[in-house]
């Protein structure tokens, strides 16, 4: 019997330069955005005032990504309120000959 070697490389989380799984993309996003909105705004009107918005949304997406990526993968919403889900039956807390 021929035993072949598995890669067991997926089982770990996807990481690139410390952002990990679906923060990859939104640290690309930013990086474009910041590109494209200082690009705009740098050839609409100043190329100086274009690198410093440029900049400004790259460092604040990174940022924003960093911050978010520390709370893990999945949104967890944490409610403190208390929920009370209305049944909707009709003859729920009534008794009748049937049920007896």
Known sequence: ??????YKGL???LVYRGFKGKFIGWGIGSL????????LLGALSSMY??????????AGGLTFTFQ?????LHVKTR???LFV????????????????
Request: net charge positive; hydrophobic share 35%; proline share 2%.
């Open 1 to 6: 019997m021929r035993r072949y070697a598995i």
């Open 11 to 13: 089982e770990r989380p």
């Open 32 to 39: 474009v955005l910041g590109l494209v909105g200082g690009g």
């Open 49 to 58: 005032l274009g690198a410093v918005v440029t900049l400004a949304i790259i």
């Open 68 to 72: 978010r990526q520390k709370g893990g």
């Open 79 to 81: 409610s403190t309120a």
């Open 85 to 100: 889900h209305q049944t909707k039956l009709k003859n729920y807390g009534k008794t009748t000959s049937r049920n007896l």
